[in-house]
Structure formats: structure tokens, C-alpha cells
């Protein structure tokens, strides 16, 4: 009887070490969630654009393609800016949701910069500097801007109303940064709901 108490004593004492000896399972790592992925805006075309705003961008673009078509501003006051090339020269306009044109700027040739305002640039401009020039029409309003370079260097950028009148210069770094027209900003409006196209062909 003492015997048959003895084995069964040491026979529970071997499960027991050999249950603290067992290796312990390790948890199961969890699957990684997959992270969601930004939603792409559906690019923006002529054809999703008020008729009159299309009608009026059309006009001024012509056949050449907008290389940027832009939508700005609140549900009830959208404006549309589009950008081109014609002819080497960069062309960009802002119209309303009605087609009204609100502001226009042009790369133009020097022959169709006024001669008071010519004369007025090269003043203030750095000595044996070329000059390049935008026009800008808001409204009634209409200004030229000069930007001045030499051997491939931006040196100064003016802005000069019909009379030839500086309104700003520009004369630090940043003017070397590009013409006015290529900010996204220049048109005023807010920038809270951009919708726009990088490139965009030209769906009449």
C-alpha cells in the first residue's frame, strides 16, 4: 500500500515539473489593419464647368490645351482659373461661374508695352538688364510687369501701372523665384476648395 502511495506521489511530482517546463505559446499578433488610402480627386475638366464659364475660357484659349484648370472659392461665388501656352508665351485667366472674365495676365512682347512704361522699367531696372513683361488686366485696371534678368539671372521684378508709374518693386531674393503669374494666389481667392487638373485637354 505504501508502495502504490510512493509511485503515485512521484508520478504527479514528474507531471508537475514537466508542465512548469513546457514552453509557453506565444500570443498571436494581431493582423495589421491596412491603412485607407487618401481619395483622389476626380480631376477637373471644361466639360464639368458652368456653360458660361466654359464658353468664356474656350474663347480666350482657343485650340491651345490648358496645361492647369483650377476651381476656386465657395459653393455660391466658384471661380475657374486656367492657364495655357500660346505661341511661347504663358496666358492665364480667371472667370466666374457667369463667364465674366475677373483678371487676365498675358506674356507679351515689349511692343505692346506702352513707351512711358518701357521707358519707366528700364529706369529702374539694373544697368544692361533684359526685360520680360506680363500684362495684367483686373477690371478696368491694367498693369505691366517687368521682370529684369541678365546672363540668366532674375535681378528684379517691377509692377508699373499705364503711366508708367511704379506700383512695387521687387528687387530681393524671391523675385528670382518666377513672374507673378505663377503663383496659384494672384487671383485673390481663397483657396479652401481647389479642384484642379494638371493637365488638361480641351473638351469643347
Known sequence: MRNW???LVLALGATGLAAQDAPKAEPKAEPKKAEAKPEKKEALTLDKLP???KTAITKLAGDNKLTKLV???KKDAKTYKA???ADSKDHEVVVSAEGKVLKSED???AKDVPQTVQDAAKKAAPEGAKLEWVKITEGTKTLFEATASKDGK???TLLLDGEGKVQADDDDDDAEEGKGHDADDDDGE?????HEDGEE???D
Open 5 to 7: 502511495m510512493l509511485a
Open 51 to 53: 456653360e458660361a464659364a
Open 71 to 73: 476651381e476656386k472659392g
Open 83 to 85: 492657364e495655357w501656352t
Open 107 to 109: 506674356d507679351v512682347d
Open 154 to 156: 532674375e535681378l528684379k
Open 190 to 194: 481663397e483657396d479652401d476648395d481647389d
Open 201 to 203: 485637354d480641351d473638351d
